[in-house]
């Protein structure tokens, strides 16, 4: 498979390539491209220029674009499900689910592009100005490189890219290495629908190579989801052309479980929040803070319930638990959890590796003073259970983490439920539901470390114009 530059599908400029793995078996699927400062600059060149074109499509004909784009993914959502499955090592089922998302995405980008005025600032409004009138009007930012993760490629393609384009930008598409494949078709579908040549790319460019796009001063915006590592990094390359930044980081989400909540509601909250996607999720709940009163049958009806879940290959349709994206994500969740055990904690169910594949694990007994009780993020399906005694310290430990970017309480008393969350230092707190919660409309970003910016049809367009004011001196 080859990159997308300028409107073709190209190789490297080096000739070189690198393979793409599927984590559950190791065969390889495919391989790439290995892009080089050239073909990025190559890129960026395309964009400039493609970004001009497109800019001048008024939003209804940028939409009717992405409305033919939308019936060619529909024709070819099987394919890309299965592509999506093998390169990523997800259950075939939520393959599906994701790439069911792009239309909804895509169109709630399209509908708010068509709502999105500017706005007046009449005359009078302060002295001095009885004769002025202000019109606030939003304009493209430019070129924008979208940094996308492994673990929901495509939910973020469509959080990034949509807006990108309905806004008037160029949208260069940098995926992970590990799983690049979807990505490059959908920007191949883009490409087919209608947008011009420049305007929509991607590029495999593994490590150090993605530095020289996020670099270029043409590069107007860096739009990332990844870790907050690589976040804070990107900062300090994107502080030296004052380039804009939307990060969207890592997260140690709090599942709090109050003296009165519902257990059995909150083990089937635990299946959602923090098994799918076998726990490689960004706010998914990862810290179980459990009343003492009810940590022994929360425990219990834990390990029953997960013990329910289908443990498979990622194409069979029953499985519920695939494998993680790599063997070294599984063996760095191994060391996550041996060190969580030697900090207290004790395994009651799982614990084990099998190359990528990690079991569905459970420990109970875990120190409020352990890594994982506060900044250790374990990606995978880990389920580390803290007690605590009050509602204070409760919230003392969800808040201890150098993470916020969702939270969730559960409780039948809704005046405690609004309480807690509030408290949360959190981007989003949920009640009586986990904190995986991510609808396209809401503006989904994060406090402390967990981000800067936010993302969603509310908020994104934002993020991907620019604001100028005209003024209409001495019009009255």
Not at 50 to 74: D, H, N, S, T
Not at 202 to 210: D, E
Not at 444 to 466: A, C, H, L, P, Q
């Amino acid at each position: 498979m080859k990159m997308v530059i300028n409107g073709k599908y190209v190789d490297s400029e080096s000739g070189k390539t690198f393979d793409v793995i599927n984590p559950a078996t190791g065969a390889v699927i495919e391989s790439v491209p290995r892009a080089t400062e050239a073909d990025v600059k190559s890129a960026v060149d395309a964009a400039v220029e493609g970004q001009k074109i497109w800019a001048e499509f008024p939003v209804w004909k940028r939409a009717e674009v992405l409305k033919k784009f939308l019936q060619l993914v529909e024709v070819n959502k099987d394919d890309l499900a299965q592509t999506l499955c093998a390169e990523n090592g997800k259950p075939i089922r939520e393959a599906q689910a994701e790439i069911g998302n792009i239309p909804i995405g895509f169109n709630g980008f399209m509908e708010h592009a068509k709502h999105y005025y500017g706005s007046i600032i009449p005359q009078g409004t302060e002295q001095g100005q009885d004769t002025n009138l202000q019109l606030i009007t939003r304009e493209p930012i430019g070129v924008v490189a979208c940094v996308i993760p492994f673990n929901f490629p495509c939910d973020l393609f469509d959080q990034k890219v949509a807006p990108a384009l309905m806004m008037g930008n160029a949208a260069i598409v940098l995926p992970s290495s590990d799983n690049p494949l979807t990505l490059l078709k959908l920007t191949g579908l883009l490409c087919e629908a209608g947008v011009p040549n420049g305007a929509i790319q991607c590029l495999t460019a593994p490590g150090a190579v993605k530095e020289a796009a996020i670099t270029d001063p043409r590069v107007h915006l860096v739009t990332l989801t990844g870790s907050t590592e690589v976040g804070i990094s990107t900062a300090r390359l994107c502080a030296d052309n004052l380039t804009h930044t939307a990060l969207e980081l890592g997260g140690n989400d709090a599942f709090i479980v109050m003296e009165d909540g519902d257990v059995d509601l909150a083990v089937e909250e635990l299946v959602w929040g923090r098994m799918y996607n076998t726990g490689q999720v960004c706010c998914a709940s990862k810290r179980f803070l459990i009343h003492n009163s009810l940590k022994d049958e929360f425990a219990e009806k834990a390990v029953a319930r997960i013990k329910r879940l289908k443990v498979g290959q990622p194409d069979d349709p029953d499985t519920e638990i695939g494998c993680l994206i790599s063997e070294k994500a599984a063996v760095k969740v191994e060391a996550q959890v041996n060190k969580t055990v030697e900090q207290g904690g004790k395994i009651i169910l799982g614990g084990h590796r099998d190359g990528a594949f990690y079991e569905p694990t459970v420990i109970v007994d875990v120190p409020a003073d352990a890594d994982v009780a506060s900044d250790m993020e374990i990606f995978g399906p880990v389920v580390p259970i803290i007690g605590f005694d009050t509602e204070e310290e409760a919230i003392a430990i969800a808040n201890r983490s150098r993470f916020g970017l969702s939270s969730c309480v559960f409780t039948r008393d809704q005046k405690t439920a609004f309480r807690v969350a509030s408290k949360m230092e959190a981007g989003g707190a949920v009640i009586n539901g986990a904190s995986f919660f991510r609808a396209f409309e809401q503006p989904f970003g994060g406090y402390k470390d967990s981000g800067i910016g936010t993302e969603g049809v509310f908020s994104t367009f934002n993020e991907m114009t620019r604001s100028k004011t005209i003024v209409l001196k001495n019009i009255f």
